[in-house]
């Protein structure tokens, strides 16, 4: 087979070009400048931050027993409202016991007697107003008067007792804690009670947490502790804020974490009041001594203070005015190791 001319000039041109193209793949690229040997950044960039210095801490948590709903009287329980996980709130029925209703009421000032026409005092004012709020006309006026047992007449009636008299009578009433009450166990029907005995019991409720171990090199000040959205103060270890405790034992986190770990929670620990610090890579600093070392920005020295460190970054105090943006780094180990005077 014969191979013309052309051809052979074609595969010259071929191979010439395809030795160009390793040689141009074989050479080394060029080094970009500042990586060159010997070529060193002489500044890094610095940030002012506010720091919270927040921590993930473990929190022992302490339960107390619900509030328990006690009998006004004895007799046998043949009908009940309550259910448990479900609310009982101010002015509703919990029970009836000898088929005679026996309702609920929170007010301001302890219900601690029967109360009629010419009584007087601070229970009389808290009765009048939780029959205004639970929208009963009780009046204006001072002591028990006229309007006042009216009002009380319309809510026996209300509630189902068919002898209603013009009389507070504590008899057929359970006084609440709170104007709502979520309930855990309940007196059956069909029960017997006694004076005193449990028509109903409230949930389990948080009553604090306390730190279980406090973490080290904290930076100082006063910390909260945050759940959420929530924060609550930390004073003397504990959290007593009704409703940052409030919230978390309502939450599915609370529940399967107490489940799971007895009782302890893990929160956010922090800074209440969030500090300003200068977020530097640990090689901008010199003359490190515990907590204290130098720092030069543009030539100027500067004395700090270490306050904490995470992420890479050494976050420092001790600046006056404004912050520099660039801090130097040292030229050498030796200028690393020199002291900070």
């Given at each position: ?5 052309g ?20 050479m ?7 990586l060159?040997?010997?070529?060193a950044?002489?500044?890094?960039s610095?940030?002012?931050?506010a720091l919270d ?15 328990q709903?006690p009998?006004p009287?004895g ?16 002015g ?7 088929a ?10 302890p219900?601690?007697?029967d ?11 808290a009765?009048?107003?939780e ?7 009780a ?5 028990f008067?006229?309007r ?5 007449r319309a809510?026996w009636?209300d ?12 008899a ?33 409720r ?11 090199g904290?930076v ?20 007593t804020d009704?409703?940052l ?14 489940t799971?770990?007895g ?10 009041n ?8 640990a090689?901008a ?6 907590s ?12 700090v ?11 420092v ?11 130097d780094?040292p030229?050498s180990?030796e200028?690393?190791?020199?002291q900070?005077?």
């Amino acid at each position: 087979m014969r191979v013309g001319p052309g051809a052979v000039g074609l595969g010259a041109v071929a191979c010439a070009s395809l030795g160009a193209l390793a040689a141009l793949l074989a050479m080394p690229a060029p080094t970009p400048e500042p990586l060159r040997a010997g070529v060193a950044p002489s500044t890094v960039s610095a940030e002012l931050v506010a720091l919270d210095d927040a921590r993930v801490v473990p929190w022992a948590a302490t339960l107390v027993d619900g509030p328990q709903l006690p009998a006004p009287r004895g007799g046998m329980v043949t009908s009940t409202n309550c259910q448990p996980d479900k609310t009982i709130a101010s002015g509703q029925v919990l029970a009836t016991v000898d088929a005679r209703p026996v309702a609920t009421l929170h007010t301001s000032y302890p219900l601690w007697r029967d109360l009629a026409r010419g009584a007087e005092g601070q229970d009389v004012e808290a009765l009048r107003a939780e029959l205004d709020r639970l929208g009963y006309d009780a009046g204006s006026g001072k002591g028990f008067d006229a309007r006042l047992a009216e009002a009380i007449r319309a809510f026996w009636s209300d509630r189902g007792i068919t002898d209603p008299g013009a009389a507070l009578v504590l008899a057929d009433l359970v006084q609440l804690p709170a104007p709502e009450v979520t309930l855990a166990t309940c007196a059956a029907p069909g029960q017997q009670v006694s004076v005193g005995d449990s028509l109903a019991g409230g949930t389990p409720r948080l009553a604090k947490l306390r730190l279980a171990s406090a973490p080290e090199g904290l930076v100082p000040g006063d910390r909260e502790v945050r759940w959420e959205s929530i924060t609550a103060p930390v004073v003397d270890r504990e959290v007593t804020d009704p409703v940052l405790l409030a919230a978390l034992f309502d939450s599915e986190q609370f529940k399967q974490t107490v489940t799971a770990t007895g009782h302890t929670v893990d929160l956010q620990y922090q800074l209440a009041n969030p500090v300003d610090a200068l977020a530097v890579p640990a090689a901008a600093l010199w003359g490190v001594e515990a907590s204290r070392a130098c720092l030069s920005a543009s030539g100027e020295t500067f004395q700090v203070e270490i306050v904490s460190s995470a992420l890479g970054n050494t976050f420092v105090t001790g600046f006056e005015g404004t912050a520099p943006s660039r801090v130097d780094l040292p030229a050498s180990l030796e200028d690393a190791a020199r002291q900070c005077a």
